[in-house]
């Protein structure tokens, strides 16, 4: 059944006006708890990857909604008002940065902007640009790029950076003695409502569940999913915990049983609950301190507490779902939400309600457990659902065990500064006027 036409008939065996129905539809929102982003990635957990922030539609403010993922991107000009307008040399550690290994990093994010206005210029004239030059490409930004530096809501310019990464799982296309967690694709019952095709004013807006009958009502829990998703199984893995942690990071790579094969898991879909915490679960009921709380002192946790296991993962009633991609070419990142593949040390999760999708970042903070300072130009092409605010990024550290262990210590203070096409300045400074 089309998503338009369930939501029709919702709507109309109620003859309520047009601002009654659009407050039900929010109201919908609560019940179903179901609004989700396209990249469940990270969360609490330092190794939590990408995911998106709520939104509040007024006057009425609805409970979870959040921005389904999306490469359309506010005005230009949006941004440019909301935060402050600074020179090059006030960005700390901008002379420092080789910039040649953000360039492909650039291309890779021209390659999905080059279509829209506000990126056209600086993205096709990107070919006349010796990208292993480092002169000529700092020149580049320098000239055709304004930064500005991002400030929270409360006026403060620092914030939280975390780290995530993709994993590798070993795993078996049927269950054995050794394999017994599966992985799942999105099953066919999942029903996603895109709201803004019905109320504009909730465009970008997303409604997660199942039909019962003649009722739209959440999909199952965590808890409760396994009888909805048998014969949806992708792979089943060895380790119900990494299982648990691929779904935090979005994506992942399985590495087949006897060695004959690796294959990417690509973020597919979701069911709809939003993301909790468990580190927060297992603080809150005194097991852990917040700095323990790191996914490596989540999972020694668990290797102490085995019996306790499921309880723990069932605090969490989020989902991910996954479809298989080859792995054509293993120095490829994942796809973050711009569509395009994340580069290591030069990718970062932003939320996208304060930040454009495809923007260059400059970003001043410092390494795990660190005071050593790392200051990098990155390109913001992942969301999460526990990156919320403007000054929050999540940063890709790549693949494998190293990459992993690193973002999982990474939890420091950062600030970020939003490089903008230079030729819209003008553009702002007419609006403003």
Known sequence: MANNHIVKILMNELQYSRNQRRILTVIMLGVLSACAPAVIKKADEPQVAPVVPAVVVTPVTPVNPVVAPTTTLAPITQYAKAYKRVSFAQLPGWAGDDLREAWPAFLNSCSALKNKEEWRFVCQIVDGIDG?????????????????QVVNADASTEGTVTGYYEPLLKGSRTKTAQFQTALYRAPEDLLTIDLGSVYPELKNMR????????????????????PFLAGKEIVWVDDAVDAFFLQIQGSGRVQLDGNQETIRLAYADQ??????????????????????????????WIAKHPARRDELLNANPSVVFF??????????????????????????????????LGAPVFLSTSMPLSEQPLQRLMLAQDTGGAIRGAVRADFFWGFGREAGETAGRMKQRGALFLLLPAAFEASVSASAK
């Not at 292993?132 to 500005?148: H, I, L, T």
């Not at 009921?285 to 989540?298: H, N, R, V």
Request: aromatic letters at 8%.
């Open 132 to 148: 292993k030059n480092k002169e000529a490409v700092r020149a580049y930004f320098e000239r055709f790029f304004s930064p500005y």
């Open 207 to 226: 409604l997660r569940g199942r039909v019962q009958g003649n009722k739209v009502i959440p999909y199952a829990t965590r808890a409760e999913i396994l």
């Open 271 to 300: 069911n709809g609950h939003p993301y909790k915490s468990i580190g927060k679960y297992l603080v809150s009921k005194g097991e852990l301190t917040l700095d323990q709380a790191s996914a490596q002192g989540i999972k020694e």
């Open 323 to 356: 479809k298989e991609e080859k792995l054509n070419d293993p120095s490829i990142g994942p796809k973050g939400a711009l569509g395009v593949p994340l580069t290591a040390q030069r990718s970062i999760a932003i939320d996208a309600t304060q930040l454009p």
